[in-house]
């Protein structure tokens, strides 16, 4: 049974763009910010450093959310919640202790609610996450320039197709 349903990125479509600097990483998340409705879910993982928390508050600025809300990594409390023209539930799972901590915090109602729920290392705990979400995996390639491994499910086809006319994408 099953090998495959471990992971359930490998039934998903994928393509990697190109970031060069932080204004790009500014401009994604400012597309990812406008374009959002509620019930969107965008996991963010790949490597310390990679650039999740600056991403998420480059959404944050695109969801309006003012700017003296400061987005910070949300380890210690795992989610932040933020107003803007949706509500942004931004989660961290790095220091999560396991599954259960999410089902206790009740942390899933976030993912069907009225905001947009964004998630750094969400495969501390991939179990929980719905099937449909849109998932991006972060690389550091240089001090400034970052490879973004885009995978989504259907529902995200749209916004991923306007991420890729904006953004080069690597072959
Ligand atoms: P993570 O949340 O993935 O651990 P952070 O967003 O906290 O990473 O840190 C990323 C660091 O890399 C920040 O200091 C940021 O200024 C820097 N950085 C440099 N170039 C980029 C880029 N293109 N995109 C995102 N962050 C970048
Ligand atoms: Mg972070």
Known sequence: MGLVFLDLTWQMNSKTITINTLEDTEKLGALLGMTAWPGMILCLDGDLGAGKTALTQAIARGLQVPESSYVSSPSFAIMHEYKGRLPLYHM?????????EVQEGGFEDYFYGEGLTVIEWSRRCEDLLPSERLFFFLAVTGEKSREIRISWSDSYASIVSRILTNFSTVA
């Open 92 to 100: 961290d799972f790095y220091r999560l202790t396991g599954e259960d």
